[in-house]
């Protein structure tokens, strides 16, 4: 039996060496700029819990405020990223969040693309929350599309880039380059389609955030952080000249809208490995409000 024993080790190996997905074989986020926080950025609220040191942002929550940021335009389209490590531990109830919306300039009518990480609870991975808004809000007419993803690697550990492509055709959500979930216009009422600027934020959703709001935020553990770097803007703004130069961007190699075939690979791999929730496959949703599914 000696002879089998390097190659169960090298099996072994093989198989804990490969929780990754496969090769997208093209990297969107290489084709935009890095931006420096002020240059794209400003402080939104909770001034007192931000800091910025050369080039990285840190904001938190504790029991007196959390802290947001926001993009310096609104945009029409365009590739929006940042590199995100999230606080280990109990960080239940808590959000941290990069995301694009319009809800300050239509308060009750707005629209949203996001990426949240729900806080959590020692043992238990992060859930990555990717969701949708077309014109909604939080008087409870929010028809919110939820997918929830859990990941391939610990996000408390190192930094990990996060972006949003929003484009007149789609929206693709990507996580180090990998696709995990691509959202089609298949018609202008279930798509955003009014520019929306780009924002990030930490702050207590002990209503909803973790488990469905069985576990609260906890200020024992208090402050929660997170941390950002490599800020990636880079689309068509809104409030400059309109022309017709400005080409929306795509994930795809080819320029076009849609994905290749490997970087449709690497999705499928992810959403049949990691995917923890599907708003179209939820059977105490009201389907007729989402006819996309």
Known sequence: M???????FFLMFSSNSAQ???????????????????????????????NLDQGALTIWLDSSSGSGFKSLHPYRSGYFGAAVKLQPGYTAGVITSF?????????????????EFLGTTPGKPYTLQTNVYIR??????????????????????????YAIVWNPTEIIF??????????????DATFPLRPMWAYGSIWDASTWATEDGKYKADYSYQPFVGRYNNFKLGGCTADGPTTTSCQPPSASPSGA??????????????????????Y?????RDHTQTPEC
Not at 174 to 187: A, E
């Open 2 to 8: 000696a002879p089998l024993l390097p190659l169960i």
């Open 20 to 50: 990754g997905p496969p090769s997208p074989g093209y990297n969107p986020s290489s084709k935009i700029s890095t931006v420096g926080f002020d240059q794209g950025f400003r402080n939104l609220w909770g001034l007192k819990h931000q």
């Open 99 to 115: 995301y694009l919306s319009n809800n300050e300039e239509h308060p009750g009518n707005h629209d949203e693309i996001d990426i």
């Open 136 to 161: 909604g809000s939080g008087d409870g007419n929010l028809i919110g599309r939820e997918k929830k993803f859990h990941l391939w690697f610990d996000p408390t550990q190192d930094f990990h880039n």
């Open 174 to 187: 990507l996580v180090d380059d990998v696709p995990i979930r691509r959202y089609q216009r298949k018609s």
């Open 257 to 278: 809208t849609g994905l290749s075939q490997q970087q449709y690979s690497a999705m499928e791999w992810v959403q049949r490995n990691y995917l923890v929730y599907d």
């Open 280 to 284: 179209c496959r939820d059977p105490k």
